[in-house]
């Protein structure tokens, strides 16, 4: 397994392991509880995360004809 693919754990620690601690209604994030700010904001550093996975990747800096 490549390094790389070792940030992949990243977002499932952040989702799963950080909602124990992010459990709670107040402070309201853009008017949002919390807890849901934190899901919309993993899942957003989730694609990001994915991205940057897909371009440190050497299979995809192969020229494709």
């Known amino acids: 397994m490549k390094p790389v693919y070792l940030l992949a754990v990243v ?13 709670r209604v107040e402070p309201y994030v853009f008017g949002l ?4 700010f934190w899901i919309v904001l993993w899942v957003i ?9 897909y ?5 995809n800096r192969e020229e494709r004809q």
């Open 11 to 23: 977002p499932f620690l952040g989702i799963l392991g950080g909602i124990v601690f992010a459990n």
């Open 45 to 53: 550093l989730t694609s990001a995360i994915m991205a940057i996975i």
């Open 33 to 36: 509880p919390f807890i849901l």
């Open 55 to 59: 371009r440190l990747d050497p299979a």
